[in-house]
């Protein structure tokens, strides 16, 4: 029987049964379903609104269900729809009429606000940390390869000499970020939608605060229609996981390009790596272009729930059913990726000398070059210019600007020196890259220190 059946004369049809129920995916709520429930029968208790006895006959009845439930011993009835109904009818069940009164001065409206929320919550507590063992991993790899000099690229051509030890810990600072939205996410859904009731909360004295605080909550929602109809938590969680796919993406890209012939930068442990059904010699970056793909799939999740939620009027409406799933989708995607990743690229074996002899070539100096005439006083638009020129030359007689002779520098200006070949020289060029936030080992060193910090901090 629904618990609705009072106000109806037929039965629901098993099309729409089938069309209605969400206990086929919302059935992970049910710990924070169990643990909401607990909370307001205790307020329910403590406000004289129930008898202690029921409050206390609930709470046993609930907790030996999340008991069963994680023993496997309960099957869960698409007739009662969802979590929430499927666990108040075993629990009425069980003790009787005291399990009737567990709903009192509460709908399914800010219940499940409440359950979705907690749900969120939780999940955010258990990505972080994993992100953060990601830092660490680069962090460790970025220790081993400070003075590993390759080339950095604009346009996907090469630019300018940097180090294997900047050029990753790049994705540490962006996963540092990703480490922020989340906390702020959290922080803005910290507030408790319980008592809001179906829309415009209850006659009975309930004590919303104390229900708030029971589930670690800063405070109640203001606001009771705001309370059940608000899922900006869900929408802010799926842009911040879309965010970190994009960076995870980005570096899964750069993983490909190096894994191939034509960098041969990095080679993926063997445990990482799959081969080929017909071509013997083939080690294929499949992790990596897995992540790259699965990306697609958590912008999906983040276009679904914002397009479900752009024309819901308030309060409650029956489209927001299809909050769940999306958020369920991209959260199962992020933690399937987030370990097989960090264990890649913590097995990961990087060629030093390809990534010299890749540097080697593509004039990625030239600044260094432009920067030594400036130095010696001409304005840099002519040594630009002066540069340009050399670049043009060794390229017209398959030379690099350091195979240039002293003579053939000084055709093209006086003030080329001796000196001219230390500054041309790619880890000097590198290693005089001081300013904040350049590869020299100076600051990769500072940089290292300050993601290990920002994971301390979160640690303690």
């Known amino acids: 029987m629904k618990l609705w059946s009072g106000r109806f004369g037929k039965d629901t049809d098993a099309l729409v049964n089938a069309f209605n129920a969400s206990i086929g995916f919302d059935q992970r709520l049910y710990q924070e379903d169990i643990t909401g429930s607990i909370a307001h029968a205790r307020m329910l208790a403590a406000r004289n609104i129930i008898s202690r006895q029921d409050a206390e006959k609930i709470e046993t009845g609930l907790l030996e269900i999340l008991k069963d439930i994680k023993a496997g011993k309960i099957e869960f009835s698409e007739d009662q729809e969802d979590i929430h109904m499927n666990i108040e009818s075993i629990l009425t069940n069980r003790i009787g009429d005291a399990g009737k009164r567990l709903h009192t001065a509460r709908s399914r409206n800010d219940q499940v606000a409440l359950d979705f929320r907690m749900y969120v919550r939780n999940k955010i507590n258990k990505i972080i940390p994993r992100i953060l063992n990601l830092e660490k991993i680069l962090c460790g790899q970025a220790e081993k390869y400070q003075e590993t000099v390759m080339p950095g690229y604009t346009h996907l051509q090469r630019a300018q000499p940097v180090s294997f030890a900047q050029y990753i810990l790049a994705y540490a600072y962006m996963f540092t970020r ?121 912008y999906g999740d983040l276009m679904s729930l914002l397009t479900v939620m752009k024309g819901i009027p308030l309060a409650y409406n029956k489209d927001m059913q299809e909050d769940k799933e999306p958020v369920f989708d991209a959260l199962d995607t992020v933690e399937i990726c987030l370990p097989v990743f960090a264990e890649m690229l913590k097995t990961m074996k990087a060629y030093p000398e390809n990534m010299r002899r890749a540097a080697g070539r593509g004039f990625i100096n030239a600044t260094d070059c432009a920067d030594y005439l400036t130095k010696k006083s001409m304005p840099f638009r002519d040594a630009y210019k002066i540069t340009g020129e050399l670049v043009a030359y060794c390229v017209k007689n398959n030379k690099t600007l350091e195979e240039l002779s002293l003579k053939e520098l000084k055709s093209y200006s006086d003030l080329f020196e001796q000196d001219i070949y230390d500054a041309l020289k790619l880890e000097n060029c590198m290693a005089l890259r001081k300013s904040y936030g350049g590869p020299c080992i100076e600051e990769t060193s500072r940089q290292i220190w300050e993601i290990r910090e920002f994971i301390a901090s979160r640690e303690a």
């Open 178 to 298: 990703d480490v922020t939205r989340l906390e702020d996410c959290k922080q803005r859904l910290n507030e408790c939608p319980l008592g809001s009731g179906a829309l415009a909360g209850t006659t009975y004295d309930i004590d919303r605060w104390m229900t708030a605080r029971e589930l670690n909550f800063d405070r109640p929602m203001g606001n009771s229609m705001d309370g059940v109809s608000d899922r900006d938590y869900a929408m802010e969680l799926l842009s911040d996981l879309a965010i970190f796919m994009a960076h995870l993406s980005r570096f899964a890209e750069e993983i490909i390009l190096w894994c191939s012939w034509e960098f041969k930068f990095i080679e993926l442990d063997d445990a990482y790596a799959t081969g080929s059904s017909i071509m013997p010699q083939k080690k294929n970056p499949d992790i990596a272009e897995l992540v790259r793909g699965k990306t697609g799939r958590v």
